[in-house]
């Protein structure tokens, strides 16, 4: 039988090294628990970065997959499919938006979110050619495109793969000032996590979306949110922007779009803004599929119809009170909302991770200090109570 260590160096053998993960290899998922080559069972506390907000190979999306792939998988956009429709349609129903743009990766929906805002800037603001300024915030992740990168201000994002694309500034989160300060005549959205997750579960004040929405309205901005992470009901609610009883410009959307089944993301805003993009002016060979289409709206039935959001509310509420029960003078802060919790360590969380795996518990460090707490939103208390157990062993004194 091969091991986890026959694997991990076959794996090194070919793969380039763009990754630092758990020594795990993981073969088969189901629900909450995964299992690795050797036959040992898991805990997913990461959930792919929350894009298995369903679980592992749910039934439902899996079935609509499987009979998808056996009728039609691509047509390109060259021609019309009878499947996307309805993806959008359900995608604008659920979100209240009049339009949705289909794309496949996160980052690829953040760059066209980017592109919508700087045409409308253009065309409907009427900005001067080629100056429109987009503000982000400091410890932001949108993803790994150069573009992307470009305006991270984590120094290994960026390093060595410069020059950059201009046209933004970034200014500190969970700042209204410095978003009032930073805009001028040339701006033409503010791009902001509802939470930051990679940036470690930084979880603003109350109201602070509600006044960057009151901000961009003043000045004529776009307010974009990336619910990448935050979004389809990871925070306890269906969108972590209904906390603040607002709604964006532009919401982008990915991960759990397809329950971790294939890449499928988008875009969603009103006609006024999306009508700027013209045929010709954007594209995807893959985006809005029939394949994608069919996975992303068993995806989005099974966080409707499972409640998804309102569970992760109530074991989310639940799970950080105990976890908050747990003394240990090494433990800085437990933070988050709904199933999105971060434990800040003053020390590095690695070793932590590794031990927690070593219990059967996979989570991931973020930001060095770090232990992101993010499963699959179908998880019950009893799932829940035997991580537990095992944090306390971990992290517990
Ligand atoms: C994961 C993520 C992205 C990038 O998505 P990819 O599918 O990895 O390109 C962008 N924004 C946020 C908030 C994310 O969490």
Redesign the pocket.
């Known amino acids: 039988m091969k091991t986890n260590k026959d694997y991990i160096e076959f794996t090194d053998r070919f793969s380039a090294q763009n990754y630092h993960p758990l020594p795990v290899v993981l073969t088969r998922g189901k629900g909450v628990w995964v299992w690795d080559v050797e036959g040992k069972k898991y805990l997913d506390m990461l959930s792919g970065?929350?894009?298995l907000n369903q679980g592992h190979c749910h039934p439902r999306i899996a079935r609509a997959m499987n009979e998808q792939a056996k009728r039609l998988t691509l047509t390109s956009r060259a021609f019309h499919n009878d499947t996307m429709a309805p993806f959008l349609e359900k995608i604008c129903t659920l979100t209240g938006f009049e339009k949705a743009l289909p794309m496949?990766?996160?980052?690829?929906?953040?760059e066209t979110a980017i592109k919508v805002a700087r045409k409308w800037g253009y065309t409907k603001k009427k900005i001067k050619d080629n100056t429109a300024e987009i503000i982000v915030c400091e410890n932001?992740?949108?993803?790994?495109?150069t573009t992307?990168v470009g305006f991270s201000s984590e120094a290994q994002y960026r390093a060595g793969f410069g020059p950059f694309t201009p046209g933004f500034k970034i200014i500190p989160y969970d700042d209204t000032h410095a978003l009032e300060k930073a805009v001028n005549k040339n701006t033409v959205a503010f791009m902001v996590?509802p939470i930051?997750?990679?940036g470690g579960v930084i979880v603003p004040h109350d109201g602070y979306l509600r006044q960057c929405r009151d901000i961009c309205r003043r000045h004529n901005i776009l307010l974009v949110l990336?619910?990448?992470?935050?979004g389809l009901g990871r925070t306890g609610r269906l969108f972590a922007y209904e906390y603040e009883d607002i709604r964006p410009d532009i919401l982008?959307i990915?991960?759990a779009l397809s329950g971790g089944f294939y890449?499928v993301?988008a875009i969603a805003c009103d006609d006024a803004i999306m009508s700027v993009i013209k045929p010709g002016d954007h594209g995807s060979t893959f985006g809005g599929n029939p394949l994608a289409s069919r996975i992303g709206m068993a995806a989005l039935d099974v966080i409707v119809e499972e409640n998804l959001a309102r569970r992760a509310f109530e074991t989310g509420e639940w799970f950080m009170a105990e976890l908050r029960k747990i003394n240990n003078p090494r433990i800085c802060e437990v933070r988050g909302k709904g199933l999105l919790i971060g434990i800040e360590l003053n020390e590095k969380a690695r070793p932590y991770c590794e031990e927690l795996m070593a219990l059967g518990v996979l989570a991931k460090e973020t930001h060095d200090m770090v232990v992101r707490f993010a499963p699959p939103l179908v998880i019950g208390r009893k799932e829940l109570q035997w991580a537990l157990e095992r944090i306390h062993r971990v992290l517990g004194v």
Request: no cysteine; proline share 3%; aromatic share 6%.
């Open positions: 970065y929350s894009a496949n990766a996160g980052a690829e929906a953040v932001n992740f949108h993803g790994r495109t992307v996590e930051q997750g990679e990336d619910e990448i992470q935050t982008i990915g991960k890449p993301s």
